[in-house]
């Protein structure tokens, strides 16, 4: 069932214009717009393949194939989106084709004159400029075309921030720079345009965009959405649970914002207002689902990618960190939606077999521990042939594949009539049983892809050419062997249809890509002028006097940086504007106070913001596709959006000061599952207190106990340091007796104080390694880089060696180390939870006793 077929011209029109352009022309430009994306994607999976290394023909580097992604991407955002809202959509103008060469042209430059640029680095010629001028131009007005206005008029001000350093402000002032300087950095080398954001998108993202759209076409999607309302259909609002859960498999699938909410909400927003909901609280729930989407692993729109980029860990690292936020975030929002059914008094959709409560339960409860245990099997049984057969696994694990695909389909070809019964007007819930079984092949790419990034540890790019793969041999393949199982003479026609269907993805996957192809490349361009002015190290100053040093103030002050910018930037670039200028800069501040955040919480901390943006009135996008869908208000569907995703604007606050919500420095099992029953027990108990309901209408009171409690189950050791202080302070006298004592593999942390060359007065925290194999006292400091000076009443440093950690973390000659801290031995904080649970237990009985008397 395809999206056209179900939505209205409007959403789709608003799909078009956000996502793959609006222009649809016929004839010869209708060919080229659809030759020219097939060439992208086959050259994208060209470049990820082995092959160019197998026949030694095509290798290219990454400067090279950066060069000729961006020259696809400007072409086709030229001839694809029209430069205004009545401009003609069914052909493409002569100054659009003329636009469209230039720019195509200047981003393939450095591919074409490589070696010459190379050769004449730092030295750029007349005609170097020129290009790289003309580029620049038609970069930021391809961006808006695709993009709209917002992230064009931020490169804009940044790149006029280049040019007039001198005029500013003295605390953002700097010396400027040339015409020839500032277009040789940003487009001539690898630190602008052409640097790691759009290498990222280059290298990762356009293979799981594609990846994603091989998925939909396959159709995957749907199948997701079918599963999830056979399995919550029949609960109270059991639509609008069954659009949680479908936008949060939609994810797997997509990680664009507005393409989730069109490909569920279709079905799910009038589904949701036939069993009682509202238009604007319909539209809200959808949105809430498909923003939160970017926040499931494993693909994260774009963002995850360029973490691995930005913070220097692997990609499964970044999925480790991402996978109990985005779990609790699900959770929270299905328990808000059953707090809103239960307000409203709302059944489900009725089975179309009647089953008992215990029956419904068991048969939910098999089919999520069926995937669960599969899950787990593919985990384990990959990793332990791993072991056992060495290089040999792999192609014994590729035949187990092979035959586990063949099973899937011959069971999928059985249930076949239950993979169409999905529509607006549906009466009853799908059987759950042959649902799931209607396309279980679709899970295997996704094992693959899992496979490959965890067991085989190949790179993002290479794990999801090899899903990707996959994917293409599903598509040409499952549709002939569903006809020879079904003992149809359709075969032929079938393949014919699975080649239009894998070349149709082809296309769709690469059109899909135009949008965050310009912005990764226009975000390298707030990049570039970072590196090129220096404002990166004013912002510090500049945040702290702001926040006047508190980090609460500062984190606060990043959250509406990313709100604001994130209503007219998508997800990806606002990430990248965001995280270039505040995420050192929180992690300085915090360090300075004491308050080691790792960077990875930072970066998601700006992620979670800039996603929710496409929620927030007046410009939410997502919230206007919903409305259209529910034909309500949009400005209203969107505030109802906001404050349903009030519980995920919380979890990054949490998340910093709590890194245990992040499995940072979890050891145990046990305390993995004390992490995660904490943290599931405090969402739940905010969205109770968020929704004024729980099992009966909240008393202000209650309300504020809920708040408290949630706070405690997030953050234990709040109120454990007032009972047990985490640390204690000795004189920076005593180094030498706290670094004999210290455990291998636990840094000193110091506060340390002087004078900068620049003649201002520093005092900060810092925390300082030291080598493992250092057995004595003096050997550890020797190791941090510290030469010192004790003297009476104080230690001095009296030399720091260059490259050392002192050296790193800014300690210079002459300064004073004043205090040491040291962790206390203590308690778990854990046991916090012991009278926060017995208050909890207690306010439940309350309002289950109140809810009893309304009865």
């Not at 939160?292 to 980029?309: D, S």
Request: charged share 15%; with cysteine.
């Amino acid at each position: 069932m395809s999206q056209t077929q179900t939505s209205s011209p409007d959403v789709q029109e608003m799909v078009a214009q956000t996502d793959s352009g609006a222009r649809n022309p016929g004839g010869i430009p209708g060919r080229i717009l659809w030759f020219v994306p097939l060439c992208w994607s086959l050259f994208q999976l060209w470049y990820a393949s082995p092959l160019p290394f197998i026949f030694n023909f095509g290798v290219l580097n990454d400067t090279e194939a950066r060069s000729i992604h961006l020259m696809f991407a400007i072409f086709l955002a030229f001839t694809a989106y029209p430069a205004f809202k009545g401009s003609p959509r069914d052909r493409i103008p002569a100054a659009d084709w003329i636009l469209s060469l230039l720019g195509g042209f200047s981003a393939a430059y450095i591919y074409l004159f490589y070696e010459a640029l190379a050769n004449r680095s730092g030295a750029p010629t007349t005609l170097d400029i020129v290009v790289a001028v003309i580029g620049m131009v038609l970069l930021l007005e391809a961006t808006r075309r695709a993009l709209g206005p917002p992230l064009m008029a931020v490169a804009c001000v940044f790149l006029l921030y280049t040019f007039a350093g001198p005029y500013m402000p003295d605390v953002i002032a700097h010396k400027g720079a040339s015409l020839n300087k500032a277009m040789s950095h940003l487009w001539l080398t690898t630190e602008g345009v052409f640097g790691v954001a759009l290498g990222v998108s280059t290298s990762f993202v356009f293979l799981f965009v594609l990846f994603g759209a091989m998925l939909e076409r396959a159709g995957a999607g749907s199948y997701f959405i079918r599963v999830a309302f056979s399995l919550l259909g029949h609960m109270k609002g059991g639509p609008a649970k069954a659009a949680v859960v479908a936008s949060g498999l939609s994810g797997l699938v997509s990680g664009s914002s507005i393409a989730n909410v069109v490909t569920t909400g279709t079905f799910t927003i009038p589904l949701m207002k036939k069993v009682g909901f509202p238009a604007e609280k319909a539209g809200a729930v959808e949105v809430a689902a498909s923003t939160n989407g970017q926040l499931t692993p494993p693909i994260m729109g774009a963002a995850a990618f360029l973490m691995v980029e930005y913070v220097g860990i692997s990609y499964v690292e970044v999925i480790k960190a991402a996978i109990l936020p985005a779990l609790i975030s699900y959770i929270a929002l299905l328990y808000i939606v059953h707090l809103e059914a239960c307000k409203a008094g709302m059944v489900g959709l009725p089975r179309r077999t009647t089953k008992t409560a215990l029956q419904g339960f068991t048969s939910f409860l098999t089919t999520l521990l069926g995937l669960c245990v599969l899950s787990v099997a593919i985990y384990y049984g990959v990793g332990w042939t791993k072991d056992a057969f060495g290089d040999a696994a792999t192609p014994l694990m590729s035949g187990a594949l092979l035959i586990a695909y063949f099973f899937l389909v011959k069971l999928s070809s059985k249930y076949q009539e239950h993979a169409q019964e999905l529509a607006e007007d549906m009466t009853e819930v799908p059987e759950t049983g042959p649902t799931v079984k209607s396309g279980l092949h679709f899970l295997l790419p996704i094992v693959v892809l899992v496979w490959c990034l965890t067991v085989e540890r190949f790179s993002p790019g290479l794990s999801a050419f090899w899903a990707t793969v996959f994917m293409i041999f599903i598509i040409l393949t499952q549709r002939p062997l569903m006809a020879y199982f079904q003992q149809s003479n359709d075969t032929a026609k079938a393949f014919k249809v699975g080649v239009q269907d894998l070349l149709d993805s082809l296309v769709s996957g690469a059109r899909n890509m135009i949008g965050i192809g310009v912005a990764t490349a226009a975000a390298g361009t707030v990049v570039g002028v970072v590196t090129l002015t220096g404002i990166g190290l004013v912002m510090t100053d500049f945040v702290e006097f702001i926040s006047g040093g508190s980090v609460i103030l500062m984190l606060l002050f990043t959250a509406v940086i990313s709100l604001v910018l994130g209503m007219g930037l998508p997800t990806t670039a606002n990430y990248i504007v965001v995280s270039t200028l505040m995420a050192p800069v929180i992690v300085t501040l915090g360090a300075q106070h004491g308050l080691i955040i790792p960077l990875i919480a930072v970066h998601l901390f700006v992620f979670y913001f800039g996603i929710l943006a496409d929620d927030t009135p007046p410009v939410g996008l997502a919230a206007f596709a919903a409305a259209a869908i529910a034909k309500s208000d949009p400005i209203k569907t969107g505030i109802q959006g906001f404050t349903y995703d009030i519980r995920t604007a919380i979890l990054p606050f949490m998340f910093v000061f709590n890194t245990n919500l992040l499995l940072i420095g979890i050891d145990t099992w046990w305390h993995l599952a004390l992490t995660i029953f904490s943290a599931v027990t405090a969402m739940l108990l905010f969205s109770a207190a968020t929704q004024g309901f729980w099992f009966t209408k909240t008393k202000w009171w209650e309300t504020v106990l809920l708040l408290a409690l949630t706070f405690t189950f997030f953050r234990p050791g709040f109120w454990w340091d007032m009972v047990y202080p985490a640390t204690q302070t000795v004189p920076g006298t005593q180094l030498e007796q706290v670094v004999a004592k210290a455990q291998v593999g636990h840094p000193i942390k110091m506060l340390v104080a002087g004078d900068t060359l620049d003649g201002d007065h520093v005092s900060k925290v810092v925390t300082l390694p030291f080598e493992d194999d250092a057995k004595t006292a003096q050997a550890r400091i020797d190791s941090m880089g510290l030469m010192l000076s004790p003297q009476p009443d104080q230690m001095k440093v009296d030399m720091v060696e260059f490259g050392s950690p002192a050296e790193k973390a800014g300690i210079d000659f002459d300064w004073e180390i004043k205090n040491l801290i040291i962790e206390n031995d203590r308690p778990l904080k854990e046991w916090v939870f012991i009278p926060a649970l017995f208050l909890t237990l207690l306010l439940a009985w309350n309002q289950r006793r109140r809810a009893k008397k309304k009865q």
